[in-house]
C-alpha cells in the first residue's frame, strides 16, 4: 500500500540548531516526493520537490532534502533555523502517471528562542 | 510563481444550510483541481479530483451528494457543501495542478463552522 510515514509529530529545537525531519515512504511506482510547509490556519506552500536527477535538492527558505531510496526515506534538513520556521511539515509522494498526492501525517516544529 | 485563491478564508453557517467554497487559479490555466478536508492537528485528506468539464472523481467514503463539485472553468472550482452539519465543521484546502508538471499549487484554506 502506498503510505508515507513521518515519524516524528512534534519536534523542538533551538533557534540557530540545525534541523533534520525524517520521512519514510511506501511507494510501489518511481515516486516524486514534495516537502510542504503549512502556518497555523493557513494552505500549504511548496518548500522543495524531488523528481530524479542529483538525490540532494535544494529549496526555499534554506531547506534541502536528500532522497535516498536503498532506505526509502525524503528527510528535510536546514542547518539553521529561524523563530519562523515554526510551523507543520508536510511530506507527501505521487506519480506521474497519478495526480493524487498522499500526505503524511504532518511534523510541528517548536522553536526555543 | 502560481497562485491559488480560496475564497471565503472563513464561514460560519447554521446547520442544514448550504456553503459554496471557490477556488480559483489566478495566473495559470488549471485543469485538474483538488480538494481536501483537513481535521484539527491531522494531515490532509483528499475528497475529490475535479476536472474541467467532466464529473468529479470522489474518494472512497466522500459523499457525493453533499459535497458537490463544479469545475466549469480552466480557472474555476467550487465545492459546495450542502445541509451542511456540525460534523462538517472542518478547514477545506483546495489546490491547482500547475504548469509545471505534477505541482499541485494550494489555496489558504476555509474554516467551516457549522453551528
Redesign the interface.
Same mark, same amino acid.
Given at each position: 500500500a502506498q503510505s508515507v510515514t513521518q515519524p516524528d509529530i512534534h519536534i523542538t529545537v533551538s533557534e540557530g540548531a540545525s534541523l533534520e525531519l525524517r520521512c519514510n515512504y511506501s511507494y510501489g511506482a518511481t515516486p516524486?516526493l514534495?516537502w510542504?510547509v503549512q502556518s497555523p490556519?493557513?494552505? &500549504?506552500?511548496?518548500l522543495l520537490?524531488y %523528481?530524479s536527477g542529483d538525490t540532494l535538492v535544494q529549496g526555499i527558505k534554506g531547506f534541502e532534502a536528500e532522497f535516498k531510496r536503498s532506505q526509502s526515506s525524503f528527510n528535510l534538513r536546514k542547518p539553521s533555523v529561524h523563530w519562523s520556521d515554526a510551523a507543520e511539515y508536510?511530506c507527501a509522494v505521487?506519480a &506521474?502517471a497519478d495526480?493524487?498526492?498522499i %500526505?503524511?501525517?504532518?511534523t510541528?516544529l517548536h522553536i526555543l528562542p | 510563481g502560481a497562485v491559488v485563491s480560496q475564497h471565503p478564508s472563513w464561514v460560519i453557517c447554521k446547520s442544514g444550510t448550504s456553503v459554496k467554497i471557490e477556488c480559483r487559479s489566478l495566473d495559470f490555466q488549471a485543469t485538474t483541481m483538488f480538494w481536501y478536508r483537513q481535521f484539527p492537528k491531522q494531515s490532509l485528506m483528499l475528497m475529490a479530483t475535479s476536472n474541467e468539464g467532466s464529473k468529479a472523481t470522489y474518494e472512497q467514503g466522500v459523499e457525493k451528494d453533499k459535497f458537490l463539485i463544479n469545475h466549469a472553468s480552466l480557472t474555476l472550482s467550487t465545492l459546495t457543501v450542502t445541509s451542511a452539519h456540525p460534523e462538517d465543521s472542518s478547514f477545506y484546502i483546495c489546490s491547482a495542478r500547475g504548469p509545471i508538471l505534477d505541482i499541485q499549487y494550494f489555496g489558504a484554506g476555509t474554516r467551516l463552522s457549522v453551528l
Open positions: 516524486y514534495f510542504y490556519g493557513q494552505g &500549504l506552500q511548496l520537490k %523528481f508536510f505521487g &506521474l495526480d493524487k498526492i %500526505f503524511g501525517k504532518g510541528r | -
